[in-house]
């Protein structure tokens, strides 16, 4: 049998990648990459425990809006990015220095 | 036996696919290890027997965000950043360089090393429960909790999904200078 | 409860002899059953994706009253066979600017996510793969690996013409999957399950029963199902993403011999899934008219070859729509699909809840007759 202990080893290290992610890579989108890596693990998590520790499925429902808050961070994020490509013509998270144009 | 093959298939894609959106240098070819990534994690739901939440995982990522990324991607340049490698104001490469890379490979291997630690101190006591090798569905339940035990969530998740939409169509919106 | 064809088979006495003959190993027996259906369905599917070409030219000739092909085998029947040989002995084409691994990943994608839908489509009651819980939720769900797919196959081409088709058609089919699901949802909603067994469970017996007529509102969600349907699939008039007049011939442009093959085939089979889902959501599916107590193998046949015939009256439908229509324009695709598409579905979504509500789920046959069953 599957034990929990291997989830939660691969949901670390989908963290850490995401970690990784976040702060090697200067590009926005790859940063928005990186967060969605992190979501993801944090959503395997609860319902790793939702099977092996509780008895209920209310970890499966946490990772439902997990998924849910993705989304809505990904739209967002990404209508960000293009109103900054629009204007500084770069995605480079470096040139996001100012708060107005 | 079957559960087993789907896990370390499952397993597989997802590190695989993480680890090659973590060292590839093309952002396009990021986006897409990210996809193999997802349908992964499906995956593992699945070996968990969280049908819904699988399929619910595919649905929304593969359909809606890898899409959204890959749009964006290309709106913003896509592999014109692989070659402008380095920026005019001396900032580091969009894709990263060594120095950002080893800084980043020293922040997750001091993070898995303290999490590990940790874990093996758990893992030993943690709470177990009778595990059945049956999966039974878990739609009509989950339904269940989501409108008697969630149902305030589930309303205000609703509520922040129509603030992103209309907020995403502001921001997005060409403006005249 | 999640039912397959082992499931359904297990019924049967044979099934003890054969797993005799396996010699008790349950797990192998399983395997070989499922492999067995695997390769008999995706064949039978690959077969009507080729003759679906052959099917496509023929009736178009004969809208336009022309003969089509005639020469390979009797009637030209042939045809796909010659074409299949001519797309395999062509030579692979790469652009020598094109991004390699993205290039090969695409057409790949696209027959990924259409030959795993097939894996719950009902074609009868006992012959269904997997008749999973979330079944039509995985079917929609796993069939937007296609759109990824038309987008990274205009990408990857690296050419104008595939760029633009590449980006209306990952556009175009996440704007329509979501009437598509809409109206799909109001459909789970009369029969309280997201399994196509509990869907075609509900509408056993005479077409009274099917979803189709079930209540005013279902009846208009088959037709925002269908439109949609058709431009999901890039079908005509929603084919803009492959327009040859404009773009060539859009994100396979650059694609030639057996990766232009995958597409097209992919293309072929998603029609007659998208097809067989509404004949399975909306047509009753492959339930027999009359209600028997008992069910043998040859029965199951039966209902294989109802379901067929219905959802290959769809296909004929959607050919006889390709020939018919003028294409739409970028605009007019885009204003169908949120002006008019999304308002009708979600008006059906709330139509349905409210109609499950005021009659007790009856359908306007069993009002008629009074009381119903």
């Known amino acids: 049998m599957i034990s929990l202990t291997s989830y939660l080893?691969?949901?670390?290290?989908?963290?850490?990648?995401?970690?990784?992610?976040?702060?090697?890579?200067?590009?926005?989108?790859?940063?928005?990459?990186?967060?969605?890596?992190?979501?993801?693990?944090?959503?395997?998590n609860f319902v790793a425990y939702s099977r092996y520790v509780t008895n209920n499925l209310d970890g499966h429902v946490f990772s439902l809006f997990i998924i849910v808050v993705a989304a809505a961070e990904a739209a967002v994020g990404l209508a960000i990015v293009i109103r900054f490509f629009q204007i500084k013509e770069s995605t480079h998270i470096d040139e996001a220095t100012q708060l107005r144009n | 036996m079957f559960l087993q093959v789907l896990f370390l298939l499952s397993a597989t894609l997802t590190i695989g696919c993480g680890i090659a959106v973590a060292v590839t240098r093309n952002l396009m070819h990021s986006c897409v290890f990210l996809l193999g990534t997802l349908i992964g994690i499906a995956g593992l739901y699945a070996t968990l027997g969280a049908d819904f939440v699988a399929v619910t995982q595919i649905m929304v990522?593969?359909?809606?965000?890898?899409?959204?990324?890959?749009?964006?991607?290309?709106?913003?340049?896509?592999?014109?950043?692989?070659?402008?490698?380095?920026?005019?104001?001396?900032?580091?490469?969009?894709?990263?360089?060594?120095?950002?890379?080893?800084?980043?490979?020293?922040v997750g291997v001091v993070f898995i090393l303290t999490n590990v630690k940790l874990l093996m101190s758990v893992a030993s006591s943690l709470p177990t429960k009778e595990i059945n090798n049956e999966l039974p569905s878990t739609v009509n339940e989950i339904g269940h909790l989501l409108v008697k035990d969630h149902v305030l969530a589930f309303e205000l998740s609703s509520v922040l999904l129509l603030g992103a939409l209309v907020g995403a169509a502001i921001i997005a919106r060409p403006r005249k200078q | 409860m999640n039912q397959t064809v082992v499931s359904y088979l297990a019924q049967y006495e044979f099934f003890d002899s054969l797993l005799a003959l396996f010699g008790g190993n349950q797990g192998l027996l399983t395997f070989v059953i499922f492999m067995i259906f695997c390769l008999a369905i995706v064949g039978m599917c690959a077969t009507i994706g080729g003759l679906g070409t052959y099917a496509e030219r023929k009736i178009s000739a004969d809208i336009q009253a022309r003969i089509g092909p005639n020469r390979v085998g009797p009637y030209g029947i042939l045809q796909f066979l010659a074409d299949g040989v001519k797309m395999m002995t062509k030579?692979?084409?790469?652009?020598?600017?094109?991004?390699?691994?993205?290039?090969?990943?695409?057409?790949?994608?696209?027959?990924?996510?259409?030959?795993?839908?097939?894996?719950?489509?009902?074609?009868s009651t006992g012959f269904t793969l997997s008749d999973m819980n979330v079944g039509i939720f995985y079917l929609i769900a796993i069939s937007s690996l296609v759109g990824v797919s038309v987008f990274l196959g205009g990408y990857a081409s690296n050419s104008k013409w595939s760029m633009l088709g590449g980006m209306r058609g990952a556009s175009q089919i996440i704007s329509y999957e979501i009437p598509v699901t809409i109206s799909i949802l109001a459909i789970t909603l009369l029969?309280?399950?997201?399994?196509?067994?509990?869907?075609?469970?509900?509408?056993?017996?005479?077409?009274?029963?099917?979803?189709?007529?079930?209540?005013?509102?279902?009846?208009?969600?088959?037709?925002?199902?269908?439109?949609?349907?058709?431009?999901?699939?890039?079908?005509?008039?929603?084919?803009?993403?492959?327009?040859?007049?404009?773009?060539?011939?859009?994100y396979h442009t650059e694609y030639t011999g057996m990766r232009f093959g995958f597409f097209a085939l992919a293309e072929y089979i998603e029609v007659f899934v998208v097809c067989g889902v509404g004949a399975a959501l909306f047509l009753g599916g492959s339930n027999l008219p009359v209600d028997l107590s008992f069910d043998i193998i040859p029965l199951q046949l039966v209902e294989v070859v109802i379901f067929m015939t219905k959802a290959l009256l769809l296909y004929y439908v959607v050919i006889w729509i390709r020939w018919t229509f003028p294409r739409l324009r970028v605009d007019q695709l885009m204003s169908i699909c949120w002006k008019y598409l999304t308002p009708i579905a979600i008006f059906n979504l709330v139509g349905c809840a409210i109609w499950v509500v005021l009659f007790n789920g009856k359908s306007v046959a069993q009002l008629l007759m009074g009381g119903g069953h």
Do not use: C
Not at chain 3, 93 to 115: E, N, Q, R, T
């Open chain 1, 9 to 44: 080893l691969i949901s670390l290290f989908l963290f850490v990648l995401g970690l990784v992610v976040m702060i090697a890579r200067k590009n926005i989108v790859a940063i928005l990459l990186g967060i969605e890596l992190i979501l993801n693990a944090a959503a395997l």
């Open chain 2, 61 to 106: 990522y593969v359909g809606g965000i890898v899409i959204l990324m890959l749009f964006a991607v290309m709106l913003t340049g896509g592999k014109d950043f692989v070659s402008r490698a380095q920026n005019l104001l001396g900032l580091a490469p969009s894709m990263g360089n060594k120095w950002t890379f080893a800084l980043s490979g020293l």
């Open chain 3, 91 to 123: 030579e692979d084409v790469m652009p020598f600017s094109a991004d390699k691994f993205l290039f090969y990943l695409a057409p790949m994608l696209a027959l990924v996510g259409v030959f795993a839908t097939l894996a719950v489509l009902p074609f």
């Open chain 3, 191 to 250: 029969a309280g399950g997201m399994g196509f067994g509990t869907i075609s469970a509900h509408q056993r017996g005479l077409p009274t029963n099917w979803f189709i007529f079930h209540n005013p509102f279902s009846f208009i969600a088959f037709f925002v199902y269908f439109v949609g349907a058709l431009a999901e699939t890039n079908r005509a008039p929603f084919d803009l993403p492959e327009a040859e007049s404009e773009l060539v011939s859009g």
